[in-house]
Antibody, heavy 119, light 107 residues
Framework: EVQLVESGGGLVQPGGSLRLSCAAS????????MSWVRQAPGKGLEWVAN????????YYVDSVKGRFTISRDNAKNSLYLQMNSLRAEDTAVYYC????????????WGQGTLVTVSS | EIVLTQSPATLSLSPGERATLSCRAS??????LAWYQQKPGQAPRLLIY???NRATGIPARFSGSGSGTDFTLTISSLEPEDFAVYYC?????????FGQGTKLEIK
């Protein structure tokens, strides 16, 4: 069974940093692109970033470029999102999701971790 | 950036009725269009990928159609568990965008 479990969310002050993790199991993690998607309270979905199987390609939504960094450790079956210079508008539930690649969709999602940026 | 516009914002129907949700892209996305269902407090669930292919375990009452810029998600006969928010999504040059969502509510 495919499982994605996010962790690392919490309350952080504006300008602060946070590192999210996503533990993957039930599939060959190193064979898949992976994405982070967020959802602000009461709002829609916003794709944040993704990373290729070997980490050689990474893409970001414009609003987080230069502040967020996506990475992965295939030996640990883990995906990460380092978030720096956090702003109030980054407040959201952050989901990790599996990207099958040839199929332009996200087929499995974790349950999400809440990040709140507030003083 | 490709913008996806969903309509209507809210759709009020009764169980057993047919639901038709629309998604329009600001430029062609070929058939690289997916649909998701999200219920309160839950993660999104993939329903349809590549415009018309049902994901694993998705009931046959869900169907997708379209190509280029205009897409439709149809639920042939609504079940009580189908009332939720639905999002369309596209991928271009490995970057994703989502529509703003359609809320399907019980009339």
């Amino acid at each position: 069974e495919v499982q994605l479990v996010e962790s690392g969310g919490g309350l952080v002050q504006p300008g602060g940093s946070l590192r999210l993790s996503c533990a993957a199991s039930g599939f060959t993690f190193s064979s898949y692109w992976m994405s982070w998607v967020r959802q602000a309270p009461g709002k829609g979905l916003e794709w944040v970033a993704n990373i290729k199987q070997d980490g050689s390609e990474k893409y970001y939504v414009d609003s987080v470029k230069g502040r967020f960094t996506i990475s992965r450790d295939n030996a640990k079956n883990s995906l990460y999102l380092q978030m720096n210079s956090l702003r109030a508008e980054d407040t959201a539930v952050y989901y990790c999701a599996r990207d099958p690649g040839p199929v332009a969709a996200l087929d499995y999602w974790g349950q999400g971790t809440l990040v709140t940026v507030s003083s | 950036e490709i913008v996806l516009t969903q309509s209507p914002a809210t759709l009020s129907l009764s169980p057993g009725e047919r639901a038709t949700l629309s998604c329009r892209a600001s430029q062609s996305v070929s058939s690289y269009l997916a649909w998701y269902q999200q219920k309160p407090g839950q993660a999104p669930r993939l329903l349809i990928y590549d415009a018309s292919n049902r994901a694993t375990g998705i009931p046959a009452r869900f169907s997708g159609s379209g190509s280029g810029t205009d897409f439709t998600l149809t639920i042939s006969s609504l079940e009580p568990e189908d009332f939720a928010v639905y999002y369309c999504q596209q991928r271009s040059n490995w970057r994703y965008t989502f529509g703003q969502g359609t809320k399907l509510e019980i009339k």
